[in-house]
């Protein structure tokens, strides 16, 4: 099975090489993120990971009416959480995603170079500053938060940039300017991959002082986030860079736990409440059934907080 998905992003990463190619003998401009080319990575993206997630591309927008634009890959719990066409008079329908709903945010770019680099991470952390309600360390399923540990959380964005391949400057100094820049960066701020195809990809490390200092991959969710984290590279001569990155989005999607309780509040009409009560209260109420107030009297061997 290990082989098989291993050779199957291969395959994908030559089917990605191939249609960059020809994208490049049809374009002016070289190191822009082609729209056929976003279309192709994030289709191919969507056939790699498990069919409860949903692949496309729109708006980010978070409950304070902020928006990080247009994003290229944005990978969306449709199960949980709606996504809202957004007509406009001259341009197609966006869709604006709220960013409760979202696991992985991704920007494309034909080439990477200096500017592409820049301009991608750029947009990344503006979708990692969004705001987006913490979801607590032990969280189990989307609607239930039964253990409230602070000591960690379950929904940190995972933000990931890929290109096609290397422009004129050279990618271990690109390597050098992924990591000063993340360096100025709150930890869940921090762009968390780098995918090049035909070159290598980059991501996070830390020692688990717990484990013998075994080198074990940043999840930035519970015991990472109380140590320093380190970049790791792996140079495409040793794994394919879309599987590198393929292992590192399915390991975050296996762990991550979102939350859509207060959906509907949080997004719903701003202002005062239009909702009006009677002036005289006690005329106007349906009092609760004998038989729940016969139950409430009843002693409970649930222990409830106050």
Same mark, same amino acid.
Not at 5 to 21: D, I, M, P, V
Not at 30 to 39: I, T
Not at 83 to 112: F, H, M, S, W
Not at 250 to 269: K, N
């Given at each position: 099975?290990?082989?098989?998905?291993?050779?199957?992003?291969?395959?994908?990463e030559?089917?990605?090489?191939?249609?960059?190619? @020809?994208?490049?003998d049809?374009?002016?401009?070289?190191?822009?993120?082609?729209?056929?080319?976003?279309?192709?990575?994030?289709?191919?993206?969507?056939?790699?990971?498990?069919?409860?997630?949903?692949?496309?591309?729109?708006?980010?927008?978070? *409950?304070?009416?902020?928006s990080?634009?247009?994003?290229?890959?944005?990978?969306?719990?449709?199960?949980? #959480?709606?996504?809202?066409?957004?007509?406009?008079?001259?341009?197609?329908?966006r869709?604006?995603?709220?960013?409760?709903?979202?696991?992985?945010?991704?920007?494309?770019?034909?080439?990477?170079?200096? %500017?592409?680099?820049?301009?991608?991470?750029? %947009?990344?952390?503006?979708?990692q500053?969004? @705001?987006?309600?913490?979801? #607590?360390?032990?969280?189990?399923?989307?609607?239930r938060?039964?253990?409230?540990c602070? @000591?960690?959380?379950?929904?940190?964005?995972?933000?990931?940039?890929?290109?096609?391949?290397?422009?004129?400057?050279?990618?271990q100094?690109?390597?050098?300017?992924?990591?000063?820049?993340?360096? %100025?960066?709150?930890?869940?701020?921090?762009?968390?991959?780098?995918?090049?195809?035909?070159?290598?990809?980059?991501?996070?490390?830390?020692?688990?002082?717990?484990?013998?200092?075994?080198?074990?991959?940043?999840?930035?969710? *519970?015991?990472?986030?109380? @140590?320093?984290?380190?970049?790791? #590279?792996?140079?495409?001569?040793?794994?394919?860079?879309?599987?590198?990155?393929?292992?590192?989005?399915?390991?975050?999607?296996?762990?991550?736990?979102?939350?859509?309780?207060?959906?509907?509040?949080?997004?719903?009409?701003?202002?005062?409440?239009?909702?009006?009560?009677?002036?005289?209260?006690?005329?106007?109420?349906?009092?609760?059934?004998?038989?729940?107030?016969?139950?409430?009297?009843?002693?409970?061997?649930?222990?409830?907080?106050?």
């Amino acid at each position: 099975m290990s082989a098989a998905f291993s050779r199957r992003c291969t395959l994908g990463e030559e089917n990605l090489k191939r249609q960059l190619a @020809h994208e490049r003998d049809m374009a002016v401009d070289n190191f822009d993120s082609g729209v056929p080319f976003e279309g192709a990575v994030r289709e191919e993206i969507g056939r790699l990971i498990p069919q409860r997630y949903t692949t496309t591309s729109g708006v980010l927008v978070d *409950r304070n009416g902020f928006s990080s634009g247009q994003c290229d890959i944005v990978i969306f719990n449709g199960l949980w #959480f709606s996504a809202v066409n957004a007509p406009t008079q001259l341009l197609p329908a966006r869709l604006l995603i709220p960013i409760e709903g979202v696991y992985a945010v991704g920007e494309v770019k034909q080439r990477l170079s200096r %500017k592409t680099l820049d301009d991608g991470m750029e %947009k990344l952390v503006m979708c990692q500053r969004l @705001h987006r309600p913490p979801t #607590f360390a032990n969280r189990l399923v989307e609607n239930r938060e039964s253990d409230p540990c602070p @000591h960690g959380l379950t929904n940190p964005l995972f933000t990931f940039l890929i290109a096609g391949g290397i422009g004129p400057s050279d990618f271990q100094s690109l390597i050098r300017r992924f990591y000063e820049t993340n360096k %100025k960066l709150k930890r869940l701020e921090v762009v968390r991959f780098l995918c090049v195809l035909g070159a290598g990809a980059v991501s996070w490390i830390f020692f688990d002082s717990l484990r013998n200092n075994e080198i074990r991959p940043a999840l930035f969710m *519970r015991d990472d986030l109380f @140590h320093s984290i380190h970049p790791g #590279f792996a140079p495409c001569e040793k794994r394919p860079p879309l599987f590198s990155l393929m292992q590192a989005l399915q390991l975050h999607l296996f762990h991550s736990v979102l939350a859509p309780e207060d959906l509907a509040t949080a997004y719903g009409t701003r202002g005062p409440h239009r909702i009006v009560v009677p002036a005289q209260k006690k005329r106007f109420a349906l009092p609760p059934d004998e038989e729940w107030l016969k139950r409430l009297r009843q002693p409970c061997k649930a222990r409830h907080e106050e």
